[in-house]
């Protein structure tokens, strides 16, 4: 099967690097928003970035001009009909994630490949809610999408194995590295990182070091490119404590459990870098 044309459901932090990779890639890809507003909203920000790249440098003008002219954004839903290919990128909400996979379902073309971003929730129960169940798997990418090099293809007990193959050679005309995983809360990354970034709020809460020395002590003692609590802001501290709850909830281990801190912090929407404060603060 030939992608073409791809959908993306959100352009949010995530939609939008979708958007903008597979736009860059040479796929002719259409994105649903809510409404017209956010509509207008993520067409300027995927500008803005093509730009500013431009701008640096780091792309052609006519390059930027070919990316841009292969996106479209609409509010309706309806306007995937003619997608090979839709990556649904919505927040993490599981009953919503089902309602509109059924909804997609009766809108994609029989052959299309109905993939969903999501780090937390169970792909196998967005697949049921379809009638074609082995056309459905997980794509999951990573934070900043146009950034990070990997994408975990999730496969459910349902999903035939051509369309495993067909998401991973996508996968790879995106210029990312694919890697093989089941359906299981979480997947490969989030399983290991989550008890990690939770490990270090319980560090800070006990108040054995500071932020930025916990920050400073993982980057310079491990090499990692972020500190944890500069990543957590990256990430955003709602969608962690969401992935946390929904693994808690799943493997009910105690490292899985949302420190007090952490959920203090999201009710008080201090949600990381995305609010301007976080564990840090931010101006534009
Ligand atoms: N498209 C293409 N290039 C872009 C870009 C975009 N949208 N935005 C920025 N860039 C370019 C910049 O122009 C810059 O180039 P330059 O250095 O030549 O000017 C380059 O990318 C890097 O920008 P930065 O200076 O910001 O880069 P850093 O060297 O500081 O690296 C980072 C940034 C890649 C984010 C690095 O810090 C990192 O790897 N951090 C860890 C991120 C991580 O772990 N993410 C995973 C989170 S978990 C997740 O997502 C799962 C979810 O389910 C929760």
Redesign the pocket.
């Known amino acids: 099967m030939i992608i073409k044309n791809v959908g993306v459901i959100g352009c949010g932090l995530m939609g939008s690097?979708i958007v903008?990779v597979a736009a860059q890639a040479g796929f002719s890809v259409l994105f649903v928003e809510a409404n017209d507003e956010l509509v207008r909203r993520g067409l300027g920000r995927l500008r803005e970035?093509l730009e500013g790249?431009v701008a640096?440098g780091?792309l052609d003008a006519t390059a930027k001009d070919a990316a841009l002219a292969r996106i479209a954004g609409t509010p309706r839903l309806e306007d995937l009909k003619a997608c090979d290919l839709v990556v649904e990128a919505m927040t993490e909400n599981q009953p919503l994630k089902n309602e509109t996979f059924a909804k997609l379902d009766r809108i994609a073309p029989p052959h299309a490949i109905l993939a969903t971003n999501t780090?937390s929730c169970n792909v196998t129960a967005m697949a049921a809610a379809t009638r074609r169940p082995g056309q459905v798997l997980g794509l999951?990418f990573?934070?900043?999408v146009?950034?990070?090099k990997l994408v975990e293809v999730a496969r459910t007990i349902l999903t035939d194995e051509g369309v495993v193959t067909t998401a991973t050679e996508w996968v790879r005309a995106l210029g990312k590295t694919p890697i093989q995983t089941k359906d299981s809360t979480a997947f490969v990354?989030?399983r290991l990182?989550v008890p990690y970034l939770l490990d270090a709020v319980r560090l800070y809460e006990s108040g054995l070091a500071s932020l930025e020395d916990i920050d400073t002590a993982m980057k310079l003692g491990c090499g990692y490119?972020?500190g944890p609590f500069t990543?957590l802001d990256?990430?955003g501290l709602d969608?962690t404590t969401y992935?946390a709850e929904v693994m808690f909830e799943e493997f009910r281990e105690p490292r899985y459990a949302p420190p007090p801190l952490l959920k203090r912090m999201v009710m008080a929407g201090h949600l990381g870098r995305k609010a301007g404060r976080g564990f840090y603060t931010y101006t534009k």
């Open positions: 690097g903008q970035t790249l640096k780091k780090s999951h990573f934070n900043p146009p950034l990070m990354v989030n990182l490119p972020m990543l990256l990430v969608t992935v």
